[in-house]
């Protein structure tokens, strides 16, 4: 059932849904949290652009052209006293650190680019720009700045970080809390809302396609006459008319191979009756012929006059078996049941087939249980198939071999197992020994056959409602065995 649940198209796609839905919202939580940072620093940014040019004001940090201790001082306690986030770099012109305000005194850096700097002054501040953090080399920060000119001279600039160090610690903790929050509450709520229209829709979309499989289904197990009717357009409307079409050329081929085999059928039928009549008046005519001979005729005569006869015969037997075989193929054959022995029956078999089997020095044994009960079958069928089986077996059993009858009881049935020391049957043949006409080639001293045999006696095994079986080794022997019901 498990196997069944995850083979299943639906699920399969669902599955796939599901992981790129949470791969997408893994993707806009990112992108939510640099935004939402984004945003943050530019409001930060665009609220105290202007602090630096106040600094510079209020407070003037060069004095006669040179940077006034006081004045930085005063700087600190104004920046302790009413914005302690910030840090205060003093830069000459170069951009050298000149001096600074800022906790702890940790910079690393003794220049930051100017590009940013001029850029923002440029630009009154109001394109948002980051610039170098002097106490983190390679991250950027927000910030403010304005240029110190003195007689028309650039003295340097005010450069101020807007976020120190541990403010934007203790804020991006919080940041990212709310942020984290506020996405997760987001996205819990999109992506039930993503997977509940997500698995309607492939639900929609795999509804048509489960009702196709299930028609080509119905079709493979032999229902003909299954459609696939779909009110929906697109491809799939078109694999249902191509199905429809196909099924219908497969069903048109299929009457025409079923009027050829009933053709093929009424023909064999036909010809092997028309054929009887015929070969019976030459088989009699050469038998009278044969025994009319007189010693005046020559040896020549009789010799053909016996050729003649002997192919009459095998023609009259071919005939004969192509007669029974198109009967049993075209269930013309009612059974005819009766209980009676199945020992009493191959007893009777063999001694049928005791002259050639002793002309080969070939023993018929019989293996029988305690009180085998009578069996319940067409006594003249089961006759024909034991004698088709006999006759096979010592036609491929070697001189001085043994052929063997045994017979189990098995539930509501007794098996016949009808097994020789013959040459054995190639195992490419196994599968193809119960057709019409086949003859292996195994053993090329036998009598040749017509390779009707076995298929009659599959048919007949088959109006038992019984299955023949055969095993068989080279050079060991062959062994064929059938179910007959039970007289109850």
């Known amino acids: 059932m498990k196997n069944r649940i995850f083979s299943s198209l639906y699920w399969r796609i669902s599955a796939v849904f599901l992981l790129v839905l949470i791969l997408l919202c893994g993707i806009f939580m990112y992108i939510s949290v640099r935004s939402a940072s984004k945003y943050s620093q530019e409001v930060n940014q665009k609220l105290n652009g202007d602090i630096a040019t106040h600094i510079e004001k209020e407070v003037g940090p060069f004095l006669d052209k040179e940077i006034s201790e006081e004045k930085v001082k005063d700087i600190m306690h104004a920046m302790m006293a009413v914005n302690p986030s910030i840090e205060v770099y003093l830069l000459n012109t170069k951009g050298d ?135 929906s357009r697109g491809e799939l409307r078109m694999l249902g008319d191509t199905f429809n079409e196909m099924a219908d050329t497969t069903v048109k081929n299929i009457e025409g191979l079923k009027g050829l085999e009933r053709l093929r059928r009424e023909l064999l039928a036909n010809v092997s009756h028309d054929l009887r009549t015929p070969i019976t008046s030459i088989y009699g005519y050469a038998e009278t012929l044969l025994l009319k001979i007189n010693e005046n005729d020559s040896e020549e005569q009789q010799r053909y006059l016996n050729i003649i006869l002997q192919n009459t015969e095998k023609l009259k037997n071919l005939v004969d078996e192509l007669f029974e075989f198109s009967k049993l193929e075209a269930k013309q054959v009612k059974l005819n049941p009766e209980p009676f022995s199945i020992v009493e029956l191959v007893q009777d078999v063999t001694a049928k087939y005791k002259i050639l089997a002793d002309k080969k020095n070939i023993e018929i044994a019989t293996i029988l249980p305690d009180d085998l009960p009578l069996i319940y079958a067409d006594i003249a069928l089961v006759d024909r198939a034991i004698q088709n089986l006999v006759d096979n077996a010592i ?50 001293e036998a009598a040749p056959g017509f390779g009707l045999g076995l298929a009659i006696v599959k048919k007949i095994v088959e109006l038992h409602h019984s299955i023949i079986s055969v095993k068989s080794k080279i050079n060991e022997g062959t062994t064929f065995s059938f179910n007959l019901p039970l007289y109850v």
Request: aromatic content about 10%.
């Open 395 to 444: 036609k491929y059993t070697k001189e001085g071999g043994k052929i063997s009858f045994e017979f189990m009881k098995v539930e509501k049935a007794i098996q016949v197992n009808i097994k020789d020391t013959g040459c054995g049957i190639p195992e490419d043949d196994l599968p193809l020994i119960f057709d019409r006409y086949h003859k292996g080639t195994n053993n090329k």
């Open 97 to 231: 650190i000149l001096k600074y305000v800022a906790p702890y005194k940790k910079v690393k850096l003794t220049r930051v680019s100017l590009d940013p700097i001029i850029d923002f002054i440029d630009n009154n501040g109001e394109v948002f720009t980051l610039g170098d953090d002097p106490r983190n080399p390679g991250r950027q920060k927000v910030f403010s700045a304005t240029r110190v000119v003195d007689d028309n001279q650039l003295l340097g600039y005010v450069y101020v970080v807007l976020a120190s160090e541990e403010y934007e610690t203790a804020s991006q903790t919080l940041f990212n809390s709310y942020i984290l929050r506020l996405s997760t509450s987001s996205m819990i709520i999109a992506f039930l809302a993503a997977v509940i229209v997500g698995l309607l829709a492939i639900w929609v979309i795999t509804k048509n396609l489960n009702m196709v499989i299930q028609t080509v289904n119905k079709f493979k197990n032999g229902d003909l006459n299954a459609r696939i009717n779909l009110k």
